[in-house]
């Protein structure tokens, strides 16, 4: 037998939890009578360097040399703009209409599109300058080493392009943060068996070459500067066989945070796109309560 309650219209509930009707406003409704506080000029001391918005998400097409080579991921984006000293501030909605835009056509992340973006963002908003900044997961498969069983990996992947129109230039970044496996060189010396092993995270920073920007897939490339560096490849399905493999692997290459970040930036270092770079590893320790982290900062110019 089901329970009835005599409850009161939902107008009678909202009143009695505090809604209050509309009260009849003075101020103007079309928008070509409201006051635009924005651009209201004056001299408001200091220019900006960059002011718009971030932690955007948005639906993103992502091409990629490893299989799935097209895929749709959720981005996170931060757009920017700069502002003169005589402008109070922007006009933010312009970036989440041209974010709309660019969604509706199909919005692939590859530098082509970033770049006609900035340069139409900092456009419309009559700025010197404009910068797209976009992280996302990025999904490729995996076979296992010795049986060949198929998974999803993934990292974690950063563009970001700027456009500075006063020397019509752009600036390009990217980064890659993935996960990897570490044996600890000193464990396997001392111990009478046996090492400790651990998953360290790899992270990259990159600043690209103007003028070598092009299809090349620069997420691979940094992925393979990480884990061909490690100590063993993580993989999403091992089986026994696979396993052994893995582990041996581990044990004949040790690897201590301070080797990574030094074979991670040889790698960078010979890569012809790279014109600077950031690396850094950190150990989540099996045996410590800390984590072990080493940084490497690194100008060709």
Request: charged share 25%; glycine share 2%; with cysteine.
């Amino acid at each position: 037998m089901i329970k009835t309650i005599d409850l009161p219209t939902k107008a009678e509930r909202h009143k009695r939890f505090g809604s209050v009707p509309p009260i009849k406003g003075s101020k103007p409704t079309d928008k070509e009578k409201m006051p635009d506080l924005q651009n209201t000029p004056n001299d408001f001391l200091f220019a900006i360097n960059s002011v718009g918005i971030c932690n955007v998400k948005h639906p993103v097409i992502v091409h990629s040399e490893l299989e799935p080579k097209v895929q749709t991921t959720i981005a996170t984006f931060a757009l920017t703009t700069s502002l003169n000293q005589m402008s109070k501030g922007i006009n933010m909605s312009r970036l989440t209409e041209l974010l709309q835009q660019y969604h509706e056509e199909g919005f692939v992340l590859s530098f082509d599109h970033l770049q006609r973006f900035t340069k139409e963002l900092a456009e419309k908003m009559e700025q010197t300058s404009a910068t797209l900044e976009v992280t996302f997961p990025w999904f490729f498969e995996r076979k296992s080493p010795a049986l060949d069983k198929v998974g999803l990996m993934h990292a974690d992947a950063k563009m970001k392009v700027t456009y500075n129109s006063d020397v019509d230039q752009y600036t390009y970044e990217t980064g890659l943060t993935g996960a990897v496996t570490t044996l600890c060189p000193c464990s396997k010396e001392i111990s009478e068996y046996s090492a400790h092993n651990q998953r360290g995270y790899v992270r990259i920073e990159t600043v690209l070459y103007s003028d070598s920007v092009c299809d090349k897939d620069w997420k691979k490339a940094l992925l393979d500067a990480a884990e061909t560096n490690a100590s063993a490849k993580l993989h999403p399905i091992l089986k026994r066989p696979d396993e052994k493999l893995v582990t041996e692997n581990a044990y004949e290459n040790p690897r201590f945070v301070e080797d990574m970040v030094r074979l991670v930036a040889a790698d960078l270092y010979e890569n012809p796109l790279v014109k600077a770079f950031t690396v850094e590893c950190r150990n989540e320790e099996s045996i410590h309560v800390h984590d072990a982290i080493a940084t490497i900062t690194y100008e060709k110019e």
